[in-house]
């Protein structure tokens, strides 16, 4: 499978735990985005990276929250001192750099439970 | 800003009818627009997109959608509906000068057989 993964894909912590989520996009893309999901709503986006530039933040990205993508293959999104609001499941989506190629491919996501 | 509005929860559809699930924008450029479908435990599905051209797109799975600019519309099709339909939809817009995709809340489309 080709697509992009995501690890863990379940993950259980208690409040106030750091936590760290994996994503490797589709090996031929640069670019790559972080989207957050909670029930009964659509992904909101994150933050955005191309090759190892993050150039686009959401200021739903609050300073717990901080991302990477060190050598511009994958990227890691890490917690800090999680609340139950952190709650939701997150994705991983990547995107070519031709022209025409706006569309983003997600990965199966990490579904985080804070307890 | 850019937003997306699906004004339906829900949308019952039986097999072998014609579905549609609405979709309404709000963009301060040009917009990109997309519908994905995400099936229960999957992650996204790219369904299709309109970037410019011809007003209706044609995508996976026999769906089409009509982009419509001056009521800002971008509507998803499907002249026949089948139960393995049944998923939750979502459309999301993208404006000019912009990486970050704006979801709507997501349409659960039910076909009954």
């Known amino acids: 499978d080709t697509g992009v993964s995501q690890d863990p894909r379940h993950k259980i912590t208690k409040r106030g735990q750091n936590v760290t989520f994996r994503c490797d996009p589709i090996?031929?893309?640069?670019?790559l985005y972080w989207y957050r999901q909670t029930l009964g709503q659509g992904p909101e986006f994150l933050t955005y990276?191309?090759?190892?530039?993050?150039?686009?933040k959401s200021r739903l990205l609050s300073d717990r929250f901080s991302a990477e993508r060190p050598k511009g293959s994958f990227s890691t999104l890490e917690i800090q001192r999680t609340e139950q609001g952190d709650s939701a499941m997150y994705l991983c989506?990547?995107?070519?750099?031709?022209?025409?190629?706006?569309?983003?491919?997600f990965g199966p996501g990490t579904r985080l439970t804070v307890t | 800003a850019q937003s997306v509005a699906q004004p339906e929860d829900q949308v019952n559809v039986a097999e072998g009818n014609p579905l549609t699930v609405k979709c309404t924008y709000s963009?301060?450029?040009?917009?990109?627009l997309f519908w994905y479908v995400q099936y229960p435990n999957r992650g996204l599905q790219f369904l299709l997109k309109y970037i410019t051209g011809d007003n209706l797109v044609k995508g996976s799975y026999g769906f089409e959608a009509e982009f419509n600019k001056s009521q800002t519309s971008f509507h998803l099709k499907k002249p026949s509906a089948l139960v393995s339909d049944s998923a939750l939809y979502f459309c999301a817009v993208k404006d000019t000068g912009r990486r970050a995709l704006t979801f709507g809340s997501g349409t659960r489309l039910q076909v009954q057989p």
């Open positions: 989506a990547s995107s070519p750099q031709d022209g025409f190629s706006y569309e983003q491919y």
């Open positions: 990276f191309q090759n190892e530039a993050q150039l686009e």
């Open positions: 963009v301060s450029g040009n917009p990109y």
């Open positions: 090996s031929e893309h640069n670019r």
